[in-house]
């Protein structure tokens, strides 16, 4: 899931580079602050998510995820009378947090960080996919009995880009008080194209939700974006006071008292320039070639005989093996782990490898702007070649 750089965010990235300021706060670098204050209101419309939400930029998914996170996490002290910020959790019961089979490994890695708990999450898959079991998550929110829970839910599973229910984790969220987050890592794009949207719809319910900027908003490494409807929140969990440090003012925001960070990448520069080089409509038109891609690719898998499509191209991944011949599935996953290896010491194209419903498999993720039809079909070509090379 590794986009390109656009044009413009490479020009900005450079112009970062060489003014080579300190994004923490307003006083250090008011360019960065003010692009950062300009960037996110454009994500904001961009993802057609309500504008009084507050957010920051952060290093990636896995921070935007321990931000939004770290937010959900003093909302439920609050509801046991506890600043958890200040206090810790001694004498607390544990975190109940809820979530579909689908859910990512960055998000259960913030929750260690944030003292919940890695094994705090408990998932209600109802197949061997991930698929969220509906009732098994309703039961246990209804066993809490009121009791405050974080559920997260999950815009673009990584494996086969499938979508949970949103619209329905906001309603269990709104019947049993719960705070719902919402990992849109690359999926969260889905939203700038209207014959993609309706898998995403809900976010806008959430109390939080993230996403990547490195990957389909094709800004250089290092970017992600975090998003939280109580924009109070940020503040008491990143807050840092000392008589040498600016406070928080709502006309010059500091953004290093709003995410983990105190030293910070001018990244507002790359994000708020691709967004006003190419806007909305550019990123529509980037988003949904990148689907032709995928829909490509999967009829490309569909009619070859030696290969199989694993499952439906919702968004922009194609999850597929490679299958010459009725081998077992032992020797499959051998031959596609070794066909892995060798597509990737060849050079020609690039696809990670992932096991899928017990299969090793291909995902190919379509997200760079540069992508062409002509590298959708080297990609299966180059596959079956070496398949069959290894034959």
Known sequence: MTGGVTPAALGADWLASLLDQNSFAWIESPLGAQLERVALRWLRELFNLPAEWGGVLTTGATMANFVSLAAARRWWGERHDRDVDRD???????VPVFSSGYVHATAIKALGMLGVGRASVRTFGADDAGRLDRDA??????????????????????????FDPLDELADLADAHGAWLHVDGAFGLFARVSPETAPLAAGAERADSVIADGHKWLNVPYDCGFAFVRDASRLLPVFNASAAYLPQD??????????????SRRGRSFAVWATLAAYGRAGYRELVERNLGHARLAARLVDEAPDLELLAP???????FRY???????????????????TLLADGRVYAG????RGHVAFRPAFVNWRTRDQDVELLVDTIRELGASLR
């Open 353 to 356: 490898t992932t096991r899928y």
């Open 313 to 319: 191209a919702l968004l922009n991944i194609v999850c």
């Open 249 to 262: 003012d709502p006309d010059r925001p500091n953004y290093g008292l709003l995410g983990p960070e105190s």
């Open 323 to 341: 299958r010459p011949g009725d081998l077992p599935d032992d020797a499959l996953d051998d031959l596609n782990a070794r066909l892995g290896e």
């Open 137 to 162: 998550l309703r039961g246990a929110l209804e066993e809490l009995d009121g009791a405050p829970a974080i559920l997260i839910g999950n815009a673009g599973e990584v494996n086969a880009g499938d």
């Open 88 to 94: 810790g959790f001694a004498g607390l019961p544990p």
